[in-house]
C-alpha cells in the first residue's frame, strides 16, 4: 500500500489550525488517522498560550474551576439562552457551570467547588484546553 503523504501533511496542517488532537479521514477503503499529544507543552497552539497569558494578569487568587476536557466552551444550553452562570451568583458543587464540546458531544461541566462566582474566564465558543480554568470562585 502507497501512503499519499499530501493528505497526511494536509491533516497534520488541519491540527494545527483548529487545534485538534486528532483527526481521521476516510475514502473508499482507505482510512487515515492523525494524532498528537496534548499534553505536552510544546504543542499548545500559540493561540492558547496568549489567552492563558492574557488572563494570568486579571485572574483575582480565588478557588478555580477547571475543563475537565479539551473541546469549545458554551456559557448557555442554546445560542442566544440564557448563561449557566453570571458574575456574583452563587453555586453549589454539582451544579452546571458550562458546556464543552468534544468530538459533537455536548459535556456539561459541574461545579467542583461551593462558592460565588466572581470571574468567568472564557468566551462563549472559546477554544479550551484540559485543566484549564474556566470560572474563578471566591
Do not use: C, W
Not at 499530501?6 to 492523525?34: C, H, P
Not at 486579571?58 to 452562570?85: C, H, R
Amino acid at each position: 500500500m502507497k501512503i499519499d503523504k499530501k493528505i497526511i501533511e494536509e491533516l497534520v496542517g488541519y491540527l494545527k489550525e483548529f487545534n485538534l488532537s486528532e483527526i481521521e479521514y476516510a475514502e473508499g477503503t482507505t482510512k487515515v488517522k492523525v494524532s498528537r499529544s496534548m499534553n505536552n507543552p510544546g504543542t499548545i497552539s500559540a493561540e492558547v498560550k496568549k489567552k492563558q497569558s492574557d488572563i494570568g494578569d486579571n485572574v483575582d487568587l480565588g478557588l478555580k474551576i477547571t475543563s475537565p476536557i479539551v473541546g469549545t466552551a458554551y456559557l448557555s444550553p442554546e445560542p442566544g439562552g440564557k448563561k449557566f452562570v453570571e458574575v456574583g451568583q452563587k453555586v453549589k458543587k454539582g451544579q452546571t457551570i458550562m458546556i464543552v464540546e468534544a468530538m459533537k458531544t455536548m459535556n456539561h461541566v459541574p461545579s467542583t467547588l461551593d462558592g460565588v462566582v466572581s470571574k468567568v474566564l472564557v468566551n462563549d465558543g472559546e477554544p479550551v484546553e484540559f485543566g484549564q480554568p474556566l470560572i474563578s470562585l471566591k
